[in-house]
């Protein structure tokens, strides 16, 4: 995987999610693209994790947080690590190998749990001195019934006590001490490391020759999804935010393919989940594919459906992602909207099947052709099967 995997984990109060939030902030300030994110994640298993913790203890939270790491790991790391971003997870195994056991789960069980999930790039374990982390949870008041019940010095003694299982579990960690360092200061020097890992990567993947292709290497690509939801001239787009890319830039009601998928469930997903719409399968046409390059090399496969009939009404649904959501004419599109979107929308007016986007050369010279008439939609141009959009 091209990007970073950057995990966060320590006591509570130790400073992880005001480190995760800095540290993102400052690595898209510096144009390398990041993402934050958090476990319990987003998805709704993560919310049960989150949200209940008051409810399930034992065993029963240790199989939850795991089931959400796989699933997050499927649907969201995977794919941004696949992007070229730095993913920067607030929580993660560490978290569990010691909430779980203070919950009186044996750790053999919370090693076996854990162990097919993805190992970051680097762990950080934040710490701080037990009083600094009993006065700042003071402060700032108990996010769970953990901070409620323990106390601070022993979940420091616990994951003081973890380095040896987390690098026979194959963790490559890093300590950062929150206790006498302002916020920034500790942003900083962990933001320089994580760009100095980082570097250090790519320039080791720059050396190494692609491997050759076999018949038995096939190329990987991800597979996403945009819902056209098209009324009176005009499409809806969701302006980003939060996401830790491409935020402030609109995109299509969209998103990756989830594990065991098709595409049209996926379609009929993102546009329920994003913008609150349902849409009967028998409604959406397809619109065009583009297969696209992204900027840090990754392939990408684009399937971008339309619709005009659809039940309920556009709501934004993630505004934790999306500030806003907007009908816009499809034939002047913002200028900051998502590249790869604007290649997808233009295809799509143009009457264009398919096209590729971002590649540096034409793939097969001589070979594009736009003389293939076929059935319009509304609102576009006769069809033409393969376009080039730069
Ligand atoms: N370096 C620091 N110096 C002083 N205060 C800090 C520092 N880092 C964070 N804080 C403060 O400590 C409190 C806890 O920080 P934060 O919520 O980021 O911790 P956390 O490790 O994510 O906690 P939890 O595990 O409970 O979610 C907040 O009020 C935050 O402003
Ligand atoms: C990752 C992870 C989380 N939990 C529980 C512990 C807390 O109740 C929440 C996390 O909330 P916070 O705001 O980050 O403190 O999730 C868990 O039990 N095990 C885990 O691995």
Redesign the pocket.
Known sequence: MPGLFVT?D????????????LVTARLTDAGVPALATREPSRSLIGRLAREHTATFSGPTLACLVAADRHHHLAAEIRPALAEGLIVVC??YVPSSYVLQTRDGVPLDYIRQLNAPVDRPDLAVL?T?AAP?LEQ??T??G???RF?HEGSSAAETTLYEDLGDVLATDGFVFHQVD??Y???Q??ATALTSHILELSSRASHSRRERPPPPMTTTQRQQVTVDVHVILERDGHILLCLRQGTGYRDGWHCLPSGHLDPGETVIDCAIREAYEEVGVVIAPGDLRPATVVHHLSPEGRPRVGFFFVTDIWGGEVVNAEPTKCAKVEWVPIGILPSNTVPYTLAGVELYRSGAWIGVHGWPEPVAPGKVRTDMGAESSPGAAPRTNVARIR
């Open positions: 966060l320590g006591p509570g109060g130790a400073g992880k999610s005001t480190l995760a939030e607030d929580r934040v701080a600094i700042r949870l402060v700032r108990a996010h769970s901070e929150t206790g360092q302002s916020p200061d500790a």
